[in-house]
């Protein structure tokens, strides 16, 4: 194990004893809409009744990992399962619970590299085991890796003693149509995310250098190839050819970054669109934002969705997108990805006006998007009582 902050497996409990401990099988602890949502959960939760702790594969860091030490959380860093090989990863976690433990559950968030975790957590003996769907897709390949992900959807069903999911699709996804599972919606503090004021909002495009008459869009996801921001560019491109005064901000980083970079300097676009890199204050980017666009290939529930939503603002999204992300409030639309030009009509068609903060705040509450529902059924998955 390597770069592992080490420190006693339990904290002094009110009533004496240590605080149980649960251990999050994680990648990278970056803004993305798992490590969002376990971010949201992890702020919420009593930590003098339950403490996390984050088993991440990879050595990057994170732009949470000093909040979670802050909040009393550990990061366990582990070598990628591609690099060690399935039988070795297994035996890494397995080290990693006896030496750091003792954990009443191990919760995997890493779609089918949780069935190494939960394999792990089974012969180790972790009674509450945790898998947790938040993709309805995965990267594609050939015959090993289909090989792989029906081994692991196999090894998950056999070691996990709960199975949860943001959604349907995501449920089906992972567990198939006859392995039941669990709701935990993708919940939004909506303390914070609620609709700008003009005086934030104005503050949001002092901080971008964005002037008023300028139309703000943002992409706001990891610079991958599912999230597809190549078709941004080409939407930013047709923009910019009808004399649209208008700047798009991209929110987040990943491995397609510096193609990106150079496909929007060969388009003309480098005064257009703005790389912003790793950004974690999304509460103040969408204040300043005029509309969000989505254009992935595939999505489950993505958390940025449901907190623009919480904030008013409306969004564009590919129809590989959940519709069950849709919480009835009327600020997402559902478009294909066969014209972009679709895309720059429906952009110019919206316009900047947000729904009431209190009627709004209510009506995302009411769809059952708020995060104390999904940190109440932590606490029962956990087997941890409801009330201290």
Same mark, same amino acid.
């Given at each position: ?220 996801? #990891? ?59 999304? #509460? ?61 009509? #429906? ?42």
């Amino acid at each position: 194990m390597s770069g592992a902050q080490r420190r006693p497996a339990g904290e002094p409990h009110a009533a004496g004893g240590p605080v149980p401990r649960v251990l999050h099988v994680v990648g990278a602890m970056n803004v993305g809409g798992a490590e969002t949502l376990l971010m949201n959960l992890y702020r919420k939760i009593d930590r003098s009744r339950v403490q996390f702790d984050f088993l991440i594969f990879g050595d990057g860091e994170g732009v949470f990992d000093r909040e979670i030490q802050e909040l009393g959380g550990r990061l366990l860093r582990l070598p990628l399962p591609r690099e060690r090989g399935l039988r070795r990863s297994v035996r890494d976690v397995r080290r990693v619970l006896r030496t750091e433990g003792p954990f009443i559950a191990v919760h995997a968030h890493v779609l089918h590299a949780s069935a190494l975790a939960l394999r792990a957590a089974a012969l180790e003996g972790v009674e509450v085991r945790i898998a947790h769907s938040h993709s309805t897709g995965d990267v594609t390949g050939g015959l090993g890796r289909k090989l792989y992900t029906q081994w692991a959807r196999s090894m998950i069903r056999r070691s996990a003693t709960h199975a949860v999911a943001c959604g349907e699709d995501a449920g089906r996804y992972l567990f198939g149509d006859h392995h039941p599972w669990q709701l935990l919606r993708n919940g939004v503090d909506l303390e914070v995310f609620t609709p700008a004021s003009e005086e934030r909002r104005a503050a949001a495009r002092t901080a971008l250098d964005c002037p008023e008459e300028l139309m703000l869009l943002g992409a706001i996801a #990891r610079l991958e190839e599912v999230k597809n921001h190549s078709f941004l560019l080409d939407v930013a491109q047709r923009l910019d050819q009808r004399g649209v005064a208008f700047r798009m901000v991209f929110a987040g980083d990943g491995s397609l970054r510096d193609r990106l970079q150079e496909e929007c300097g060969a388009r003309g676009l480098q005064s257009r669109v703005r790389f912003l890199g790793l950004h974690r204050d999304v #509460r103040g980017l969408m204040a300043g934002l005029d509309l969000l666009l989505m254009p992935s290939h595939y999505e489950g529930i993505p958390v940025v969705l449901m907190e623009a939503q919480a904030s008013g603002l409306g969004s564009l999204v590919s129809t590989g997108v959940s519709r069950e992300v849709d919480l009835g409030v009327d600020l997402v639309e559902f478009l294909p990805l066969e014209d972009p030009g679709v895309w720059v009509d #429906r952009t110019l068609g919206r316009t900047r006006s947000r729904p009431h903060a209190e009627d709004l705040t209510e009506r995302v509450r009411a769809a059952g998007a708020g995060i104390e529902d999904s940190v109440a059924l932590l606490y029962r998955l956990y087997g941890l009582e409801t009330q201290p």
